[in-house]
């Protein structure tokens, strides 16, 4: 076991009583006191922090918004599908409660409504546009990393839990993925920060015993479920076994405190759930993704079980392997390993030798919160790694807060270590051997991206851990050598996904499925895309998010433009599914100008057709067969009543290009029949695009 300083003494100083700046003595109270001592305390610290500390949090904030917000205008709609519902959603209070599409409220979107209203809150206030509806989102990136700070600096006590909390900040700040994410609409933004509010009262729960602390936790997962369903319940598995095992209290108690936390999971989960379920099928949206209209299909299937076995042919697990074939090494590979991978070892490393560290002693707390983030670690690896539906790297950006953690914890571990136990020194410099080493193998894996900076690492390494070993040879000058070995093998660790994580700024988002790092980096299989960016740019072409079709097309390219390839699979109602099947400007005026006052401008296949005429006109447009353009969301009844009744004059179909059923669906042969083709020439179009005029 390593021998323990005071609680209040920093990394590497021996225990003496407060002085100097952060001692409480007479008049300090009243110096403090007022706007000014409060001003004090944000930006200089409490009295016994360390003077590097606050202001070392301030900078690490500084650079997430930098590395969030810098030149997010540029990002446009980002990805459409959700952009469109929330223009929606200004437009129309029951489409925004409903997260509908359309601002007719045909359909949802395939996810709960919570991040929309996030991000649609601000749209309605100031108006739609690409700052009030992505700064929410930076926003919320950076507040994540000001969570994970305070909730690490909880975890040890005095300089260690600052220093520790520095590092794991500045570890999630730069990883790639999330620097990605955060510049996007897709929800994971906003279920991060909620799961790592919970992680921090799940944490302060286990410590004080209290059933409202650990109350609030549950709540705060259930409102991520609101944001992307199943996913938010990963960290349950370390959350409550860590509560029942660890907190304060009999186990009867522990047990009615769980039950109390289940409670609040429940309400907090299922409330938005119970009342669109109750709601009249008839006088609410389509719930789109589901196969029978009911949220609960959706919870279950296609953001469920569909996304780990992969079943139900697309439909939340067509078994797109957008991060790479299934299998313990996804997370390594050519796609995932710029995005997530870079401080994965060295977790791993700090994860197991911390729990020894710790196994006696002191330090509770922090042996409860490498339990907390390494169990939050496992469970995301093992269904992040093995899952066989539709994976996008993206999703990873969960792993952050704990892969950030635990580096923090383990690095500050690793340091009390090697200071003062023979036995364990060799943990930090083996650790960041180990860690070197991976990042010169994924930066040589890309040798056009920075082609020097390998080299930098793999030398900065090298030195690093031969300082860190030297240092223990001698009592003379040790301390300052191993300290500067340290800082340069800090630098060599982060520099990796530092250079990844600049990318993103130098292009505009790929909003569907936003990736960090050079061009070939990310996507189906590492597939390779153009990148306006320069050497530290790019951006990738993938297929939005639930989907089983093809990619989106090259960076910048709109994903309704153009093809991939020649095998482009269909949807329900006969369009191509997203690229060829779109709208020319041509018979989206000519639809404007015969609308003659119907809800909808026109219904079309699949949502991300209508995504870019919503997000183009203003106006609402059916999309009939959901996201995928498989859902059953139109019958010939439905369509009967909405013609009849004057709401919609215009349908697009196939044309005779076939759908999945040969072009034969009921809907299509009903449209045929009973409405009449609209010719290119009527609208100026110079081919025909199967659009028919009912009623």
């Not at 979107?109 to 546009?129: C, E, S």
């Not at 569909?306 to 042919?313: A, H, L, M, S, T």
């Not at 943990?427 to 991206?449: E, I, K, M, N, S």
């Not at 079309?604 to 106006?619: E, F, N, Y």
Request: contains cysteine.
């Amino acid at each position: 076991m390593i021998t323990h300083t005071s609680p209040e003494a920093g990394p590497g100083a021996p225990a003496q009583p407060q002085s100097g700046r952060h001692a409480a003595g007479p008049g300090r109270a009243g110096r403090d006191g007022g706007l000014g001592g409060v001003a004090r305390r944000a930006f200089l610290g409490r009295p016994g922090d360390p003077r590097w500390a606050r202001p070392g949090l301030w900078g690490v904030l500084a650079l997430a918004t930098v590395l969030y917000v810098w030149a997010l205008g540029r990002n446009g709609h980002a990805n459409e599908y959700y952009a469109a519902a929330i223009l929606s959603g200004t437009q129309s209070w029951k489409a925004f409660f409903f997260g509908a599409l359309d601002a007719g409220s045909f359909i949802t979107v395939d996810k709960p409504p919570l991040a929309l209203w996030v991000m649609g809150l601000p749209a309605r206030i100031f108006g739609f546009g690409t700052w009030s509806m992505l700064l929410p989102q930076a926003v919320a990136g950076v507040a994540a990393v000001a969570v994970l700070h305070s909730a690490v600096r909880r975890a040890m006590p005095g300089g260690y839990g600052h220093a520790a909390a520095l590092v794991a900040a500045l570890a999630m700040t730069l990883t790639p993925i999330t620097v990605a994410i955060n510049r996007d609409n897709n929800p994971d933004t906003l279920l991060v920060l909620l799961l790592v509010l919970a992680a921090w009262f799940c944490q302060e729960a286990v410590r004080t015993g209290r059933t409202r602390t650990l109350v609030v936790s549950a709540a705060l997962v259930g409102l991520a479920f609101n944001t992307k369903m199943l996913q938010a319940y990963l960290v349950l598995p370390a959350f409550a076994p860590l509560y029942l095992v660890m907190a304060p209290g009999t186990l009867p108690r522990r047990l009615g405190r769980l039950l109390a936390a289940g409670a609040s999971l429940v309400v907090f989960s299922a409330w938005w759930m119970v009342i669109v379920d109750l709601w009249p099928a008839s006088d609410r949206p389509y719930i789109g993704g589901s196969t029978d209209n009911s949220v609960w299909d959706l919870v279950i299937g296609y953001n469920g079980l569909g996304r780990i076995f992969g079943n139900g042919g697309g439909r939340g697990g067509g078994g797109m392997g957008f991060g790479g074939e299934a299998g313990a090494g996804r997370l390594f590979n050519d796609t995932m390993a710029g995005q997530i991978s870079w401080l994965l070892p060295f977790a791993v490393i700090a994860l197991i030798t911390g729990l020894a560290l710790t196994a006696r002693g002191p330090l509770r707390d922090t042996r409860v919160a490498l339990l907390l983030w390494g169990g939050w670690l496992a469970v995301h690896y093992v269904v992040f790694s093995f899952s066989n539906g539709t994976f996008h790297p993206y999703y990873s950006t969960a792993m952050a807060p704990a892969v950030a953690a635990l580096t923090g914890l383990g690095g500050v571990l690793g340091w009390r270590a090697y200071r003062h136990s023979r036995a364990w020194s060799w943990v930090l410099p083996a650790g960041g051997a180990v860690t070197g080493a991976w990042a010169f193998t994924v930066l040589r894996r890309g040798t056009d991206f920075v082609p020097w900076l390998a080299w930098a690492v793999a030398a900065i390494t090298v030195t690093a851990v031969a300082g860190l070993c030297l240092a223990r040879l001698g009592p003379r000058l040790r301390l300052r050598i191993a300290a500067v070995a340290l800082t340069a093998g800090l630098a060599a660790c982060l520099a990796g996904p530092a250079a990844y994580a600049l990318t993103p700024l130098g292009s505009a988002v790929n909003g569907t499925n936003p990736t960090a790092g050079p061009a070939g980096s990310g996507g189906l299989g590492g597939m390779r895309g153009g990148s306006p960016g320069g050497s530290l740019g790019g951006t990738r072409g993938e297929a939005p998010e639930g989907d089983g079709g093809p990619p989106g097309g090259a960076p910048g390219q709109n994903p309704q433009q153009g093809t991939t390839g020649d095998a482009v699979p269909r949807t329900r109602y006969g369009l191509p599914a997203g690229p060829g099947g779109a709208m020319d400007q041509q018979m989206i005026e000519y639809l404007r100008r015969n609308r003659d006052g119907a809800t909808w401008l026109v219904a079309v296949s699949s949502a991300r057709d209508a995504s870019a005429a919503i997000l183009s006109t203003g106006l609402p447009v059916i999309a009939m067969g959901g996201f995928t353009g498989s859902d059953p969301a139109m019958t010939v009844d439905r369509l009967d009543e909405l013609v009849s009744s004057g709401r919609l004059r215009y349908v697009m179909t196939g044309g005779g290009r076939g759908g999945p059923d040969g072009g034969g669906s009921q809907v299509t042969e009903w449209v045929r029949a009973n409405c009449t083709a609209v010719t290119a020439s009527e609208y100026g179009g110079s081919t025909d695009q199967s659009l028919y005029r009912c009623g």
